[in-house]
């Protein structure tokens, strides 16, 4: 007899004698559970599955209660949520781990670095680098040029040095360019909607190649005659070398974007030409390029030169005299790429001059450092007043400075010390003060003038979705920030494409990632030293480098790249601080979900539990246990022993173990089944954070079982494979193999070329080639012997459309029945 | 099988014969340890102490090589207790006298004899199954692997027409194929005996309907089985080889024959996705496409076609198999125009009348088991449930002929061989998973402690296992697992060969060899 209740004032019909979690979830109704599975909960329930009964004082929980004809059931109420919040809080209470690595965290861009590098670990470069690319194009020259923010918080310092994170990356993009890697990246469907970037530097680059991507038609405006802005003509060939660049670009460019070059805006055409050709949004990428002059007398002497258009002059080959000896005026990354490039220019002595001590330098030190090996000398605390000239050299009088009183927020700013005047004779000064998006204004028409400029010059737009004050008009990189790292540059537009997306399309924005993060320590200071317990010290590759005093010689790249051995040891040094069950934790989607905040109510602070790796397949970290007891409880083989050695007063297990029996077939449900990342699988070791996966349902390649897969792919890689409990005729059972053993795909010892004999050697070959020798060599055994000297063996591991085929062949090309597979083997 | 996978929960008796689905088809050896636990009755035919042996109700410990004797013997009893099904064998099936008359010797103490199996435990399994209720017999390559394959297949058969176990959920006869796609194979034809939907040769309609839709004449000649290939490579007869996703030179029987067989042969063809042992003797390679790399189906052992899906790029230049047989025949002047793997089975529905209502579409979600014959069809859970594909079940009777390779003075041990569960064949595919390794690090030759006490063997010894045909080397395992006098090990170690040792004689109908069983001599290194 069926029965009728109500859920959340709607009448259901059901089965008598299920619990009110049965009959609300196969009504579609959401109950919160951590730890009901195969109709069992665990010894210490969750208690997150609590529902209001009507004439029910206290809550029920929905599955331990049978639901009875006629109950009225509420699955949702402020009390309700409240309850699950406390119990949330608690459970999380004791959780202890990273979801995301803090090298991920801090990264501008969000990049998935533990993921990379955990690709390169595995030996899959390519896969790295798609996985890069979706959140940074540029991998090639931020692989050179990052300050690398976070290597600042990688977890092994506390063990010895941090993990050389950005020399990795280089390495894989390096690695796909010498073995012309075509990384086959997917573009959406087209839209239809044109997009104007104008622009054509690592902005307005990024920009396009997430908007093409999208499927959108995108054109960039770039006004050199070549792509890259500042990366071609901000940054010179030592740090990144020309055909990388050309090489990257073209990359980006061959997702579909076209480009026409030496087009300026303001010149060649305006905002209102863009909308009467009808382009539906603009990205404006323009740069900071205009220099911030040296304001003292003097400065319009000739052999004074500024910054940007000294670099650029380099790019682009415009010859100068700059004589033996010269001055860079300012502290910033950019004067000390002017100050190598001189030495490269054959100046004998280059000199910075700026107006604090080298610690309070903008430049990144380890470009410092760099600029020092190669023999850059410094005049610090000391400022210019003016330029003059000596007998046909400059005459750079300056003046000393010293740090001022505190002003109210406490910064000390330098002041000149009175009558302390002293000079330097020099052939050149460049200086490098900053650089502006532009003059005071932007030219070209009507809706340039509304173009809001903030009094540093740059544009104005919103820091929230990067619109500028004209509708339609976004505005991403230095041109709003000012000079920038590049790896800020790609974050702002990758966000502005995504808004920019959402405004022509009216599809909502991909939202952002949760910020919700449990942490083993959010400072070094707080992370416990023992969780580094029986890591052994391995230092850090060191980048291959052409020594100083032969690298200022030329303009050839100074850091060599790591070898793939090298890479390998450094991959090998990560201590994959994130969570690999990211994905698929259901403790942060219901702490999420139900908004607990756990940077209140509490997590672990240090490991209880060592990490246990002696199961061939599985690892087991249980200081990530809730104690939902799912892997005992989706244990086919009851080959799992999880106990407990009390329950504390807030109704948590204590003193967990578990054991895996002798008769576990290591086939990983478990892993599967689990909550948290308590246990995963050894194979998989690359955290899938907010990236997208694909999952596409197969059949097991081994046994005639025909086991149901569910493939997880990303990119062009299976990441791992499960299998999905409703389906026949495994329902979610798997061997060993079916789960594991697939690694064979992306083995390097796949053929990938046809191989022919030449002098008793197999070399590669065309397919062409390949096909022509097996046709004339069947074809002359045929005219020889007849069509029945030729057998065919097909394959019971292939297709049935290629077992059919491969008879067909046989019985129609060659002629002969001699078709036969191992079925009798 | 007539049945599926699903029926073991309806399954009353199991009786298992020359099948470890522990290690072989793990998922379904689970769902037979959970119809076990609920309570169904388990019967295991195994000389091997498997995990299902000790977990059944009666563990037969046949000697290997003498199921046809143990079957008879069973239906001997059965026939003489009169507890066979009267009206199924009276309504379903012809030519039950002959059995009659032939079982007739097979007496339990006759059997005992032969089989090792004491008379009483005969008696208690042919009252088991033979008892009312959903039987079900599983078999494996513990069968089929025999000079006398076939023959144990159709007593197989005999016994459960003869209990009337046929064409009932939970019953039937099993066999567990190996491969993933053997069941496929030979339905699309891939034998030298038959066209796709299992046509014959001899002037049937279906063979004018294939030169009709093939648009060509089709040769009638029979054609050579794969074993029998490489005796004709040494007389003369085959020249070229085309080898697609196998790898004989490990594979097959006898290896050093074949080995030498591919030695001698003019040219080799061989697509696959490894330069395997085989492709070494190659003089072209193609580089095929893994099942992640391509779209197509896979039927299983229950006759389930099922999907496989293009997940990820092949690597290289590397292509699905399917477009090079499309390539390769339009090179050679056959003209063929598919674009997609979906356009060759639309081919191979609108030809076999058992996969005529299936198309990718009804696929999507889950398989469908043939015959399907139309569109609306939800596919056959259970084969001969009326009736039998030749209208009545015919019972053809063989007699017991004993292993071809017997223990003598010089080869005194038998050898067997089984799969382990984390390897697959000979690991060019599950070898390329680290943890793999781990798990299974090498092959053991198991050897009983008796045996090991006579012959001097300690555990982990280094043994040199020779037959007539060749040596292998292996450490020793000592396990009562191994019947007395028989020695078993995996066969899926590249490092060992076992197929060095097995026999290929072959059988008179199938020709498969007698792979499980073969004479060799023990030696302590």
Known sequence: MPITLEINGSEIVAEAGLTILDVAQRSGIHIPTLCHVNGKNSDVPCGLCVVEVAGQEKFSRSCMTVAIDGMQITTDSKELTQHRQDRLAVISSTHFGDCKAPCNLTCPGQLNVQGYIAHVAKGEYAE?????????????????????????????????????????????????????????????????????????????????????????????????????????????????????????????????????????????????????????????????????????????????????????????????????????????????????????????????????????????????????????????MASPVQVSDDNGKMKLDLVRMRLGEPNERGTRHPEAIPNSSTSITVDTVVSSLGQMACDGSFQGGELENGLAISPKNTIKASPRDFLTSVNGVYAVGDCVSGTRTVIQTVVSARKAANNIHSFVTGEAKDPADDRFNFTRGKSFEKVSMSN??????????????????????????????????????????????????????????????????????????????????????????????????????????DALELTQKGIDKNFMATGISLKFKDNCVNCGNCVDHCSTGALNKKTSIVPLNYEKMQEIRSTCPYCGAGCQLLLKVKGDTLMEVSSEDHLAPNYGALCVKGRFAHNFVQSKERLTKPLVRRHGQLVETTWENAFNVIAKNFFDIKSMYGADAIAGFSCARASNEENYLMQKFMRTAIGTNNIDHCARL | MTNSIADTKFTDLFLMIGSNPDTSHPTIGLRIHQAVERGAKLIVVDPRKTRLATDADEWVRIQPGTDVAFLNGLMHIIIKEELWDKKFVAERTEDFDDVVKLVEKYTPEYVEEITTIPAEQLYTVARMYAAEGRHAIFHGMGITHYVTGTDRVKSIANLAMLCGKMGVEGGGCNPLRGQNNVQGACDMGALFNTLPGYAGLEGSDMFER??????????????????????????????????????????????????????????????????????????????????????????????RVQRIRKAVNPPGEARPDWQIFRDLSNKMGYELRYESAEDVFEEIRSLLPQYKGISYARLEEVGLQWPVPTEDHPGTSVLHTESFTRGKGLFIPEEYIPPVEPTDAEYPMYFTTGRDLARYNFSSMTGKTAEIAEISPEAFAEVNPVDAERLGIKELDWLKLTSRRGTVKLRANITDRSQVGTIFTTYNHLDALVNFLTLDALDRLSRSPEYKLCAIKVEVV
Not at chain 1, 252 to 274: A, P, Y
Not at chain 1, 581 to 604: E, P, Q
Not at chain 2, 252 to 270: M, R, T, Y
Request: hydrophobic share 40%.
């Open chain 1, 128 to 380: 790295a680098v798609r996985l890069i690319m979706e959140r940074n194009p540029f991998p090639f020259s931020v692989g050179r040029v990052c300050p690398r923010f976070c290597e600042t918080r990688c977890r092994r310092l506390l063990v010895d040095e941090p993990v050389s994170i950005n020399h990795l990356k280089r390495f894989v993009a390096d690695w796909c360019m010498a073995n012309h890697v075509d990384l086959k990246i997917k573009r959406e469907k087209l839209t239809g909607k044109r997009i104007a970037v104008i622009g054509g530097g690592p902005g307005g680059l990024t920009g396009a190649y997430y908007l093409a991507q999208k499927g959108h038609n995108v054109t960039i405006f770039e006004a050199n005659p070549k792509l890259g802005g500042m990366l071609r003509y901000g940054i010179p060939d030592y740090k990144i070398p020309r055909h990388v660049l050309d090489y990257e670009t073209n990359l980006i460019m061959r997702m579909g974007i076209s480009v026409r070059l030496n087009q300026k805006w303001g010149v060649d055409f305006n905002l209102q030409d863009l909308k009467d050709q009808g382009y539906d949004a603009t990205l404006l990428a323009t740069g900071a390029g205009v220099d911030q002059k040296l304001d003292v007398p003097g400065c319009h002497l000739p052999r004074v030169h500024h910054a940007a258009q000294y670099l650029r002059d380099i790019a682009v080959g415009t010859k100068h005299e700059f004589g033996q000896t010269a001055a860079v005026v300012g502290g910033n990354n950019i004067a000390m790429e002017c100050a190598r490039s001189l030495l490269r220019q054959g100046v004998a002595n280059v000199t910075v001059i700026f107006h604090r001590a080298q610690e309070e330098m903008p430049a990144n030190q380890r470009v410092i450092r760099e600029a020092t090996k190669e023999g850059i000398q410094f005049i610090l």
């Open chain 2, 210 to 303: 294939y030169e009709k839709a093939w648009k060509t004449k089709l040769p009638r000649r029979p054609g050579k089985p794969a074993t029998e290939v490489w005796e004709n490579i040494f007389n003369g007869s085959i020249r070229g080889l085309y080898i697609f996703g196998e790898d004989p030179a490990v594979a097959d029987p006898n290896i050093a024959h074949v080995q030498s067989g591919l030695e001698k042969c003019d040219f080799v063809v061989v697509q696959d996705l490894f330069l395997t042992e085989t492709a070494k003797y190659a003089d072209v390679v193609l580089p095929g496409a893994s099942f992640a790399e391509k779209d197509g189906t896979f039927t299983n052992t229950e006759r």
């Open chain 1, 532 to 637: 580094f317990d029986g890591i052994a010290i391995k230092l850090r590759e060191k980048m291959p480098t052409r020594p100083p005093e032969i690298a200022v010689q030329d303009f050839d790249e100074v850091k060599l790249g790591f070898s793939e051995q090298m890479a390998k040891n450094e991959a090998d040094r990560c201590l994959s601080c994130g969570c690999t069950a990211f994905d698929r934790c259901d403790l942060k989607k219901l702490d999420i979900d139900l908004k607990v905040n756990i940077n209140k109510t509490g997590m672990g602070l240090k490991p209880v539990y060592v990490k246990d790796e002696s199961h061939p397949v599985i690892s087991v970290d249980l200081n990530k246990c809730v104690y939902c007891m799912r892997c005992v409880h989706s244990c086919d083989y």
